[in-house]
T-cell receptor, first 115, second 114 residues
Framework: KAGVTQTPRYLIKTRGQQVTLSCSPI?????VSWYQQTPGQGLQFLFE???????NKGNFPGRFSGRQFSNSRSEMNVSTLELGDSALYLC??????????????FGPGTRLLVL | AQSVTQLGSHVSVSEGALVLLRCNYS??????LFWYVQYPNQGLQLLLK??????LVKGINGFEAEFKKSETSFHLTKPSAHMSDAAEYFC????????????FGKGTRLSVIA
């Protein structure tokens, strides 16, 4: 079974631009979570989607948004990029949403550099 | 609110020596605890998890962790370090109550010296 895939793997943008990152979960998984990883802040939760609905949201500004499609694929968007948005963005999928015992399976991440 | 503290941002051990990575958590309800490993330029891979039942949990690659409620700890150990264990390790906590995401510690970078 294929793992979680994320595209693109690397991205360079300039301040003020916007960016869209994509995540395809493991087949059969319906929950997708997004995390931002930086050297200073570590891994921080962005949001979680299940059945095309945002179920949970972390403490990030409204410039960060996401969505999930009917095939469980998810995208996240960052508008008006700032230098501090440079990070590794990780996507994770799991079977469901309510049972927190379930393992989250992570993709390789998208490394975003904002110049 | 839940939180995780990983003591030591960098741990260095000799090949063949004991690996001990420390994790303490804060949770008002019974926690679910996870250890993940991240190799360079890769995502996170689950090593092991504790949800309920036996407090000593065995994972992949010879790692194990023990849930100690009285100490609010979930330390990760491996009897004998291998060069391939060099990576960053993350402890995470959640709970089966409400819309609770995984909360990660800051991570511990493990170096293995030949």
């Amino acid at each position: 079974k294929a793992g979680v895939t994320q595209t693109p793997r690397y991205l360079i943008k300039t301040r003020g631009q916007q960016v869209t990152l994509s995540c395809s979960p493991i087949s059969g998984h319906r929950s997708v979570s997004w995390y931002q990883q930086t050297p200073g802040q570590g891994l921080q939760f962005l949001f979680e989607y299940f059945s095309e609905t945002q179920r949970n949201k972390g403490n990030f500004p409204g410039r960060f948004s996401g969505r999930q499609f009917s095939n469980s694929r998810s995208e996240m968007n960052v508008s008006t990029l700032e230098l501090g948005d440079s990070a590794l963005y990780l996507c994770a999928s799991s079977l469901g949403f309510r049972d927190k015992q379930e393992t989250q399976y992570f993709g390789p991440g998208t490394r975003l550099l904002v110049l | 609110a839940q939180s995780v503290t990983q003591l030591g941002s960098h741990v260095s051990v000799s090949e063949g020596a004991l690996v001990l990575l420390r994790c303490n958590y804060s949770s008002s309800v019974p926690p679910y605890l996870f250890w993940y490993v991240q190799y360079p330029n890769q995502g996170l891979q689950l090593l092991l998890k504790y949800t309920t039942g036996a407090t000593l949990v065995k994972g992949i690659n010879g790692f194990e962790a023990e849930f100690k409620k009285s100490e609010t700890s979930f330390h990760l150990t491996k009897p004998s370090a291998h060069m391939s264990d060099a990576a960053e390790y993350f402890c995470a906590v959640t709970r089966n109550s409400g819309n609770t995401p995984l909360v990660f510690g800051k991570g511990t970078r493990l170096s293995v010296i030949a």
